[in-house]
Each structure stands twice: as C-alpha cells, then as structure tokens.
C-alpha cells in the first residue's frame, strides 16, 4: 500500500469536460434532496470554507473566462462581488458577508468535492471539519464528519500499520506551493455517481460485464494559505468496463490483480472479480493464455462466492 502521489499541475487543478451539465445538474439535485448525506460543515471551518470558495472563483474565472465571469452584482444592500456560470447561466454571490454556504457554492460551480481537514492539537490527528462530498464511493458523510483520518480510512485493510502515520506526517509537511495528486480505482454494478453504501448483491445474482462500472478518483491534496487547513479535492470519473480498450482493459487487469487479498475483498472482488476476468478473457484471453476450463471455472466461482461471502 502507498499513496502514490505525485506533483500536481497546478493549472489542471480543477476540470471540466462534457459531463458537466449533467453533473452539474445531479449534484444540484442531491444536494436538494439529500443534503444532510452530501455536505456538512461545522462550526469553526467557516473561514476555510470562504477561503475554499475564493480559490474556486479565482481558478475557474482565470482558467475557463469563457463559462466562469467575477462580476458586480447589484443587490437591494448594494454592489456585491459575484460569479457567473455561463453554462448554467446562475450567478452567486461571493465573499463572507453575502454568501452564508460558500462550500455549496464551489460543489456547485465544479465537478469536484471538497473536503477540509484540520489538524488537532491535542492529538496531532488531522480531522474532517467541512465536506461537500455529492459522490461518496460507498461511505456515509454523516459517519466521518467531525471524525479523524483513523475513523476516516477505518474499513481500510492495513490503514493503521502501513499508512496511518505517513499520511499525517505528509500532511504536517504539506504547504501552498507542495500540492500534491493520486488516483484511486473502484469497480461497481450501478452508474450511480451517488453511492453512500457499500454494494451487495443478492444470493445467486449472475453479474454480466456489460453491468461493470469502472469508478476512478482523482483526488488533489493542498494546504490553504490563509487558514492553515487542509483541502482535499476528489473528481470522480465513471466509464462502462466494456467501453475500455485492449490496453486500458490490461492495465486494470494487472492493477487489481496487484491488490493484496484483503483489499481485493475490501473493494469487492466477491461481486464483481468473476465478470471482470470473464470480460478479459472475451477481450484478450486466447492472447494472454487465460482460457479457464470448465474445472477451472468452477474452482474460480467457488472462490468468488466465498470472498462474496466476507463482503460487506
């Protein structure tokens, strides 16, 4: 296990593609109808929530001036800065004094969640104060907010051994001008970009290829000038396994078939490992010498459902 990180460019920080309008709209959606499950901020992380959002206006208004404008809005109190999305034609006022939810503003202006962490003194463990988090990959927001990154990474096999200190050591070191990039990779059943649970699947259920998701985080960490937190950005992007190429397809294949048992398990193999190697063999296994058997076959189910079986 490592974090695999590398140097971010800080010109590609945040991303917009032909998703957006649909995500956009999603997101909007979810935060109307599931608020309490996609964003929490608590008392205290007001300044950095402000400090999250001037980032975002600045970012997208300098990098995309066609789509995102800061503008003078007029209100009954007066001009007051603001932000106009052209492809969404909204506008929002910014600044502490006009805009009292500013991490639902930049979750609303980006395909990125946010996420705030700050450090604890007492304990020297960096916790979660504020998060707009629309695509959870089966986590519940309401669980970790207010929570350390122990509780945070808890289901995570060897988190506590083998990653734990690191990542808060690497967190201490952190500063404005180290920002810092990974990528992490989970398959599921459904397209759904909302997925606050872990997946299950009924006894005896048959998943076809066609049903995998492959499910990739792109995941930004940086610490804010003025405030001192840390913000974590994640940018989830979804893609049907059988729309992947012959080489993206071996290169998911060695990835997984690299994890360590227990994290195959933790992210699901019992559910979804049969179909995937089912979908290389259709792909490539004559090429790769992967052709099973019929006794081979039954071997590999039987694992499967046993792993299945330890899957929550």
Known sequence: MAMGLKRLDSSNWLTLDSAYL???????????????????????????????LSLVT???SSRF?????????????????????????ETFPVGRQNCPNPLEIAAKLSMEDFNILVKNQETGEYEL???????????????????????????????????????????????????MERTNLFIQTTPDLF???PEKITEGEIIMPKR?????????????????????TVRTYMTPLVELGVEELKALKSQVMGWEE??????????????LLRRCDE????EEGRELNSSERTVSCFLLISLASGFE
């Open 212 to 232: 995998l998701m492959v499910r990739r985080e792109r995941q930004t960490f940086m610490r804010l000038a003025n405030t001192g937190a840390v913000l974590f």
């Open 283 to 286: 792909v490539f296994g004559v």
């Open 195 to 197: 997925q606050d649970a």
């Open 22 to 52: 649909p995500e956009h709209f999603l997101r909007c959606n979810l935060l109307c109808t599931h608020r309490p499950q996609v964003i929490q901020c608590l008392p205290g992380s007001e300044p950095a929530c402000h400090e999250v």
């Open 129 to 179: 104060k504020a998060s707009a988090t629309l695509f959870p990959a089966g986590w519940k927001l309401q669980e970790r907010i207010g929570t350390g990154m122990a509780n945070l990474h808890k289901p995570v096999p060897g988190w506590k051994e083998k990653l734990g200190g690191s990542v808060n050591r690497y967190f201490d070191h952190l500063s404005p001008k180290t920002s």
């Open 65 to 89: 001036p066609q789509h995102f404008t800061l503008i003078n809005l007029t209100l009954p109190s007066g001009e007051v800065p603001a932000i106009h999305n052209h492809l969404t034609q």
């Open 58 to 60: 600045s970012f997208l």
């Open 262 to 275: 227990e994290i195959k398990v933790y992210k699901g193999w019992g559910i979804w490992g049969e179909p």
